[in-house]
């Protein structure tokens, strides 16, 4: 009896891939470990440990990954360099900054971090439109800090101000309420002072197409349809600049 379930463990066993997700499909972002376990004789082992923060590598395609939850995410080139700045620094925001971000209002962000709309101004006197401010003490790796073109630490911060593109705090409140009208289609309806009608996806928090600033923006208090031709920001602005402060 044990030796035919030994038998049915090892018939398993044999249409298990050997290696790791990534190793068969390079645009992967991340995968659960259980999905590893059940699917992969897995070569991922513990290589480093970065600011408290665990470095995985597989050893058959050289990946790294970090867990974030039941999740490992894959860390992307340059990321580890990243990491070594984040845990160095202190990242706790002085107060005068605090005082900009807190006129111009904090909201969620989708994995429930605080993020601002925001114009700064850096030591070095270098200008940035289009920033997002993120409190998180999460550490500044995988897909979704991969986006940015910019990665700034608050440290890096001497001047906030608010940005003629950024969404209001009122809009991006009621902004995280929207129901997914298709797939990854979450509609706010807004309008500007001439009328005009506006969608925004999600939780944007800049709008800046066809002449229409996200400051001029407000509610217009109606549902999203798909008859009317409404404009849309699809510039992705809000993924340029993201500069970070700890909780
Ligand atoms: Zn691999």
Not at 35 to 62: A, M, V
Not at 64 to 85: A, H, S, T
Not at 132 to 143: E, Q
Request: proline share 2%; glycine share 6%; with cysteine.
């Amino acid at each position: 009896m044990n030796l035919k379930i030994e038998n049915l463990f090892n018939l398993f066993k044999k249409y298990k891939k050997n290696g790791c997700p990534n190793c068969f499909e390079k645009n992967i972002i991340g995968f659960g470990i259980d999905y590893l376990k059940s699917n992969f004789i897995s070569s991922i082992k513990l290589t480093d440990e970065i600011g408290k923060i665990k470095i995985y590598q597989c050893e058959k395609c050289k990946a790294q990954f970090y867990i974030q939850g039941n999740m490992y995410e894959k860390i992307i080139d340059g990321q580890i360099e990243l990491l070594k700045e984040w845990s160095k620094r202190n990242l706790v925001c002085p107060n005068d900054l605090k005082i900009e971000i807190e006129k111009i209002g904090l909201t969620n962000n989708w994995s429930l971090d605080k993020i601002v709309p925001c114009k700064v101004e850096l030591n070095n006197g270098k200008k940035y439109e289009y920033t997002t401010i993120i409190f998180s003490d999460k550490p500044p790796l995988g897909h979704h800090y991969s986006i940015y073109k910019n990665i700034f630490f608050i440290d890096d911060i001497k001047h906030i101000s608010e940005s003629e593109y950024g969404i209001s705090l009122e809009i991006r409140r009621q902004a995280v309420k929207s129901e997914e009208q298709s797939m990854g289609f979450y509609p706010t309806v807004l309008k500007n002072r001439d009328g005009k009608k506006v969608v925004l996806n999600g939780i944007s928090i800049f709008f800046n197409s066809s002449n229409i600033k996200g400051s001029e923006l407000e509610l217009a208090n109606e549902e999203w349809n798909y008859r009317v031709e409404y404009t849309y920001d699809t510039n992705n602005y809000s993924e340029k600049t993201i500069v970070i402060a700890k909780k």
